[in-house]
């Protein structure tokens, strides 16, 4: 009877880890679905700053092709003609238990890494994340720059975001790094999620000038601008860097979410399996056990 014992201390096992994968999955599904709003309510805020950006961009070109006088652009959108030093900032997750989210992005950085030192570039990664910074110390610990956790943890925060660009913005400008690249995970769907390498420095927004969303009148209204066009170009410019990578923290928290969500409900449903193929063992064990027992009854009775 010891294997009956053993089967059922077994199938309780795998039903108390089943309730904590499902309520896992439930928390996963709660986060994901705030990431979702948040990032689709982002989205608005995100085009009214690109578009007040697109409609200064344009004016300033105007004024240049008009007086002949070339503009001096903002210093977090001049670039080196040949960058040698480069910061990667790479966004995962603080906790595992995501199936294979963490390990995309390890894979995207770690390839961009090589990619960028067979060129002979000195590339340094700033980990947003506990479990890619662990990684990268284990796989190639002389490219981590440092690592932040905690970030997002009580949901995303623009203004923590805000926090995190302003020294990246300092430091570029103080020529610490030459370009600024962001890995991060690109949210399609729960099942569906791309990596992705994005520039952030030089800060090169893509506007079309041309795009009749940038004129300067918009239905029956015209814009002006108390300040300096310039100096309300560079501000804005600044804010659509940080709502650029809000957007792409977002997307990344999104994708976790999902992943964790996905990778649990499968884990639930492996336990689900598991259980049920040990209850049919177990219940063949317990019944040959019994007519084992029967069948010595009866063997005893006859011999008397």
């Given at each position: ?61 105007n ?24 910061l ?52 190639n ?56 390498n ?47 990578v ?7 928290q ?32 317990r019944?040959g056990?019994i ?14």
């Amino acid at each position: 009877m010891a294997g009956l014992k053993e089967l059922r201390t077994r199938i309780e096992s795998i039903k108390s880890t089943q309730k904590i994968t499902s309520a896992m999955k439930m928390v996963a599904a709660a986060r994901l679905r705030r990431a979702q709003d948040v990032l689709g309510k982002s989205q608005s805020y995100y085009d009214g700053l690109l578009t007040i950006t697109g409609r200064l961009y344009r004016q300033i070109r105007n004024t240049e092709k008009q007086t002949g006088v070339r503009y001096n652009y903002p210093l977090i959108m001049q670039g080196k003609e040949q960058p040698e030093n480069y910061l990667l900032v790479v966004f995962s997750s603080d906790r595992g238990l995501c199936g294979s989210y963490n390990s995309y992005v390890l894979r995207e950085t770690l390839h961009r890494v090589a990619e960028l030192q067979r060129d002979g570039k000195k590339v340094k990664v700033l980990c947003v994340g506990k479990k890619i910074g662990d990684a990268l110390r284990h796989r190639n610990p002389g490219v981590v720059a440092d690592v932040l956790t905690g970030i997002g943890g009580k949901g995303a925060d623009y203004k923590e975001i805000e926090r995190f660009i302003e020294p990246l913005v300092a430091a570029y400008m103080v020529d610490e790094f030459d370009v600024c690249e962001v890995i991060y995970t690109h949210f399609n769907s729960a099942i569906n999620r791309e990596v992705r390498n994005y520039r952030l420095l030089p800060f090169m927004p893509e506007i079309d000038v041309d795009d009749p969303r940038y004129d300067d009148k918009s239905g029956n209204a015209f814009f002006e601008y108390d300040a300096p066009a310039e100096k309300v170009f560079t501000d804005v410019l600044f804010m659509l860097a940080v709502a650029e990578v809000f957007r792409m923290f977002l997307n990344s928290q999104a994708s976790e979410q999902g992943a964790r969500m996905t990778s649990m409900d499968n884990a639930t449903r492996n336990a689900d399996d598991m259980v049920g193929k040990l209850t049919l063992k177990y219940n063949r064990l317990r019944q040959g056990a019994i007519t084992t027992e029967l069948i010595e009854i009866i063997s005893g009775a006859e011999a008397l």
